[in-house]
C-alpha cells in the first residue's frame, strides 16, 4: 500500500498550486507517495496546467466551486495511502516535512490528526495552525482582543492554545486543515468530512469528532512548512467567504457547544454572530482590492 495520500483541493489558485507541486518534488519524501487533486471547476488555467505539466497525477473535476469538505471526501476516498494529507495549494515545503511527522507517527499508536509547524511567508509562526475549541470564552477572548489584555486567563486564550510554545509537541483540540495529516484507521472510524459546511470550520469539526472516537490530536512542530493563506477562491470572492465563514461557525456550534448554554445565552450568541458577520461585510466593503 502507498505509505502517503497527498490530497490538494483547488479553487483558482493555479500559481500557487505550481509552487506547490514544485516543492514537493524537490523535497519528495523518501517513501512511496501519491498525488490525488481536486479542482473546483478553476478558470484560471489550473486544468490546463496540470494537463501539460503533470498529466501522470490523479485529477478529480467538478464543474463548479464545491465548497471544501466535498472535494476533500472524493480526495479521501480515492487515497490509497497508510496516511492522508490535506495540504492546501497555498502552502509551500521548505523542507521533508513528512518523513518526520510520519516517523513519530508511527511510534504513537493513539494520535490519528497531526499538523506540523506552520510558517507565515515572512517566517512567523502561523498561530492558527494549532488551536482550541472556538467556544463563547475562547471567540470573545480572540476577537475582542480580551486575551491579551489577560494573558494569564486560559479560557479567552484558548482559542489559540497561546500558552503552548510554538516549538513545543503537545496535544491540542484541533489543528487546521492546511496541511492536515490524518492516520487512514481515524478516517476509517471517524468517516468523511461534514458536508453541512460548505468552507470553514470543518476542520474544527473533524478534529472534535476524531477526539470523540479517542484519537488524539497533535501538534508537532518536528518540521515546517509555509502558508500563504488567503489565496485562490477565497480571496476572489470575499463577501461568499465572509458569510460561509459565518454561516460554518453557526453550524459548528450548534452541532458541538449550544447543548452545553442556557438557551438564552445561546439566543444571544447568535445575535452577536449576526452582529459580526453585518460588521465584517460593511468592513470589507471599504476594504481595497
Known amino acids: 500500500m502507498t505509505r502517503l495520500s497527498i490530497l490538494i483541493p483547488t479553487l483558482n489558485s493555479c500559481e500557487m498550486l505550481k509552487n506547490c507541486l ?12 501519491e498525488i490525488i487533486i481536486a479542482d473546483n471547476g478553476s478558470t484560471d488555467g489550473t486544468l490546463e496546467f496540470l494537463s501539460q505539466d503533470y498529466p501522470h497525477l490523479t485529477l478529480i473535476k467538478f464543474d463548479k466551486n464545491e465548497g471544501f469538505a466535498k ?6 476516498n480515492a487515497a490509497q495511502g497508510d496516511y492522508l494529507v490535506l495540504l492546501n495549494p497555498d502552502t509551500l515545503l521548505i523542507e521533508d516535512v513528512f518523513s518526520p511527522q510520519l516517523d513519530w507517527l508511527d511510534e504513537h499508536d ?3 490528526i497531526s499538523i506540523p509547524k506552520v510558517l507565515n511567508a515572512d517566517g512567523s509562526f502561523q498561530a492558527q ?4 475549541d472556538a467556544r463563547p470564552a475562547a471567540v470573545f477572548g480572540y476577537f475582542l482582543k480580551l486575551g491579551k489584555l489577560f494573558p494569564e486567563n486560559r479560557a479567552l486564550n484558548s482559542y489559540l492554545m497561546s500558552w503552548l510554545d510554538e516549538d513545543e509537541i503537545a496535544e491540542v483540540d484541533a489543528v487546521s486543515g492546511s496541511c492536515m495529516i490524518i492516520r487512514r484507521a481515524c478516517w476509517e472510524a471517524v468517516g468523511d468530512f461534514d458536508e453541512t459546511f460548505f ?30 493563506g488567503g489565496q485562490g477562491g477565497s480571496k476572489a470572492r470575499p463577501f461568499k467567504s465572509i458569510w460561509e465563514w459565518h454561516r460554518s461557525y453557526y453550524v459548528l456550534y450548534r452541532k458541538h457547544f449550544a447543548k452545553d448554554r442556557f438557551f ?22 471599504f476594504r481595497k482590492k
Open 199 to 228: 468552507a470553514y470550520q470543518e476542520d474544527s469539526d473533524y478534529c472534535i469528532r476524531a477526539r470523540q472516537k479517542g484519537w488524539k490530536v497533535m501538534y508537532l512542530p518536528i518540521s515546517s512548512i509555509i502558508h500563504f
Open 22 to 33: 514544485r516543492s514537493i518534488v524537490g523535497f519528495a519524501p523518501p517513501m512511496s507517495y
Open 129 to 132: 495552525c494549532k488551536r482550541g
Open 71 to 76: 472535494p476533500v471526501n472524493k480526495l479521501l
Open 110 to 112: 493513539e494520535v490519528g
Open 264 to 285: 438564552l445565552f445561546n439566543w444571544f450568541y447568535y445575535a452577536v454572530m449576526a452582529v459580526k458577520l453585518l460588521l465584517s461585510l460593511f468592513v470589507n466593503l
